[in-house]
Structures are given as structure tokens and as C-alpha cells.
């Protein structure tokens, strides 16, 4: 794809179009290690590298980030009193239009799917694609046999909203359960087990589709998501 110097270097390095003409009139920006004069010049995707302060910027059409997101930090893209999602991001991550794809609670860890591509979230959220979402989920109380039909048959959750079937895996610690699920309902592991008389105590997410948390990101933590992983997720 041909594209002007400016565009590029805006998108690919998360800056306005205008700081982008400053990196350029201050000769910070190079393509195939020769500085750029002109916010004109165009480029050829495909086959030229460029370089913004002595950085290679590799072209994405969009951003695909997964952040182990620690408890007290809410999933938006703003928020007036705590401190969300994408303020975790390190610069080098950080592009416009980021937001993250589907929501956790404010005290729940785990996978967040953090992009640009309106269309994948879009379709990864719609619960007809039957994304899987697996959590690890901590009970009040020990969980019990009765729970894998009712949940297996799709449970009715406060309001008389009716869950579509879930899977539940006991482990062998009696108050910790693996929980499948193909929707996102608003806190809908906390009202399934409020359904069955029990109560979460602690929720993480650990994998979306075939794409699973990476266990070296630390809470705060994140990294791209990689080509393969992307083509994993359904
Ligand atoms: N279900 C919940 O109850 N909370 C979450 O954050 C995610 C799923």
C-alpha cells in the first residue's frame, strides 16, 4: 500500500498528524536510512523501512494487544476517578483508537483483548461466533456436582435472562472452578453462581478463543498478539 510519510508515521507510532510533520521538519524520521524532507513523500508499505528517532516502525493495518489486567483498573477508554486499561499500555503500544474488546469487572484479572479493529471486536464479541471465554473462578463456598447440568442446560440468572450452555470444570481445590463460556453477559460469572446459592470470591480470565493469557506477563503487564494467535481466536 503507497502512503504518505506523515500518515504512516502517525499511525504506526500512535502521534497526530501535526507532531508527525515536526518529527519530519526536525529530521528524526528516515525511510531506507535516508532522512525524510517532505511531509509529501509517499512510501511503499510493503517494501520500504522507516524509522522514527532510529526506531524501525513495522507497519500494522491494526493493533492487536493482550494486557494482563490487574485488579482496581476499569476497562475503558476513559475514566474521570480510576485508572484504566489502556493508561497501562507501554508507548510503544499505544496507537489511536484503541479500546479494549469486551469488558472485565473492575476487580476481575486476567485477558484483555486491547485493539483498533472495530470489525474482529466486533465479531469475536457477537455471541453467535461462540467465542469461548475460560476463567478461573475462586467460590464462597465449595462448588457442588448439581452445578455442571444446570450450568450444561444454560442457567437463568437474575431478571430471568437465560445463559447459553456453559462448561464448568472442577479442579481439585473445592473452592476453585474452571468456568467455558460463550457470551458476555454484564457480570455474568458472579450472577451464575449467585443462580446456583454460591458467590465468587476472586475471577480471572484466562483465555478468549483459542488464544490463552500469557503466564510471563505479570499483572500490568502486555504484549502484542501475534498473526498466529490472531488466526487462532475463532
Ligand atoms: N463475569 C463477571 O461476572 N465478571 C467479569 O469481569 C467477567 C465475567
Given at each position: 500500500?503507497n502512503?504518505?510519510?506523515d500518515?504512516f508515521?502517525?499511525?504506526?507510532a500512535?502521534i497526530?498528524?501535526?507532531e508527525a510533520?515536526?518529527?519530519i521538519?526536525k529530521?528524526?524520521?528516515?525511510i531506507?536510512?535516508n532522512?525524510?524532507k517532505?511531509?509529501n513523500?509517499?512510501l511503499?508499505t510493503?517494501k520500504?523501512i522507516?524509522a522514527?528517532?532510529?526506531?524501525?516502525?513495522?507497519y500494522?493495518e491494526?493493533m492487536?494487544i493482550?494486557?494482563?489486567?490487574?485488579d482496581?483498573?476499569?476497562?475503558a477508554?476513559?475514566?474521570?476517578?480510576?485508572?484504566?486499561?489502556?493508561?497501562?499500555?507501554p508507548?510503544?503500544?499505544i496507537?489511536?483508537?484503541?479500546?479494549?474488546?469486551?469488558r472485565?469487572?473492575?476487580d476481575?484479572?486476567?485477558?484483555?483483548f486491547?485493539?483498533?479493529d472495530g470489525a474482529?471486536?466486533?465479531?469475536m464479541?457477537s455471541?453467535?461466533s461462540h467465542?469461548?471465554?475460560?476463567?478461573i473462578v475462586t467460590?464462597?463456598?465449595?462448588?457442588?456436582?448439581?452445578?455442571?447440568?444446570?450450568?450444561?442446560n444454560?442457567?437463568t440468572i437474575d431478571g430471568?435472562?437465560?445463559c447459553?450452555?456453559?462448561?464448568i470444570?472442577?479442579t481439585?481445590?473445592?473452592?476453585?472452578?474452571?468456568?467455558?463460556l460463550?457470551e458476555?453477559?454484564y457480570h455474568?460469572v458472579?450472577r451464575m453462581?449467585q443462580a446456583?446459592?454460591n458467590k465468587?470470591?476472586?475471577?480471572?480470565?484466562?483465555r478468549i478463543?483459542?488464544?490463552k493469557?500469557?503466564?510471563?506477563?505479570?499483572p500490568g503487564k502486555?504484549r502484542?498478539?501475534?498473526?498466529e494467535?490472531?488466526?487462532?481466536?475463532y
Amino acid at each position: 500500500m503507497n502512503i504518505r510519510i506523515d500518515k504512516f508515521v502517525s499511525e504506526q507510532a500512535g502521534i497526530t498528524r501535526s507532531e508527525a510533520k515536526t518529527a519530519i521538519k526536525k529530521k528524526q524520521v528516515t525511510i531506507n536510512g535516508n532522512i525524510v524532507k517532505s511531509a509529501n513523500l509517499k512510501l511503499d508499505t510493503e517494501k520500504d523501512i522507516v524509522a522514527y528517532n532510529g526506531k524501525e516502525l513495522i507497519y500494522r493495518e491494526f493493533m492487536y494487544i493482550m494486557l494482563n489486567k490487574p485488579d482496581g483498573v476499569v476497562c475503558a477508554t476513559r475514566d474521570e476517578l480510576s485508572e484504566t486499561v489502556l493508561q497501562l499500555l507501554p508507548p510503544e503500544l499505544i496507537r489511536k483508537g484503541l479500546f479494549p474488546a469486551g469488558r472485565l469487572d473492575k476487580d476481575t484479572e486476567g485477558f484483555v483483548f486491547i485493539t483498533d479493529d472495530g470489525a474482529l471486536a466486533h465479531k469475536m464479541l457477537s455471541p453467535k461466533s461462540h467465542v469461548e471465554k475460560e476463567y478461573i473462578v475462586t467460590l464462597e463456598k465449595p462448588y457442588e456436582e448439581k452445578y455442571k447440568d444446570i450450568f450444561a442446560n444454560g442457567v437463568t440468572i437474575d431478571g430471568g435472562e437465560k445463559c447459553m450452555p456453559a462448561t464448568i470444570i472442577f479442579t481439585d481445590d473445592n473452592k476453585v472452578v474452571r468456568l467455558i463460556l460463550h457470551e458476555g453477559k454484564y457480570h455474568q460469572v458472579k450472577r451464575m453462581m449467585q443462580a446456583v446459592g454460591n458467590k465468587v470470591t476472586h475471577l480471572k480470565r484466562i483465555r478468549i478463543g483459542g488464544i490463552k493469557l500469557d503466564e510471563a506477563l505479570s499483572p500490568g503487564k502486555a504484549r502484542e498478539i501475534t498473526r498466529e494467535e490472531i488466526d487462532r481466536l475463532y
